[in-house]
């Protein structure tokens, strides 16, 4: 039913940006909380940042201030501005969604197939 795209990743050097987007499409449900999930090669995927209820967000503490989510909902689209990266930041970043359909309620998450953000010199 619903599909994310992730899309922005790519190679950057140390301290440069990149702006990832997520595009979603698909039925009809109400948005309990959106975000980013990030997972590098052995270990656990971990969250990054995400918006809850569409007002409150969240970062995870190695963001320091570096990272900005925003959504534009008109579009159907969520973006993670990533600025001052590090290598440390290299890793798969996915989109995720969880809400309930307005139909039944029921409780659903959905995942992006994911993007690779590396930095590298």
């Known amino acids: 039913q619903v599909q994310l795209v992730e899309s922005g990743g790519g190679l950057v050097q140390p301290g440069g940006s990149l702006r990832l987007s997520c595009a979603s499409s698909?039925?009809?449900?109400?948005?309990?909380?959106m975000g980013w999930y990030r997972q590098a090669p052995g270990k656990e995927r971990e969250l990054v940042a995400r918006?809850?209820?569409?007002?409150?967000?969240d970062y995870a503490d190695f963001v320091q201030g570096r990272f900005t989510i925003s959504r534009d909902n008109t579009k159907n689209l969520m973006y993670l501005q990533m600025n001052t990266l590090k290598a440390e930041d290299t890793a798969v970043y996915y989109c995720?969604?969880?809400?309930?359909?307005?139909?039944?309620?029921?409780?659903?998450?959905?995942w992006g197939q994911g993007t690779q953000v590396t930095v590298s010199s």
């Open positions: 698909g039925g009809p449900f109400s948005i309990n909380a």
């Open positions: 995720n969604i969880v809400g309930r359909t307005t139909r039944r309620g029921e409780i659903v998450n959905f």
């Open positions: 918006i809850i209820s569409g007002v409150t967000t």
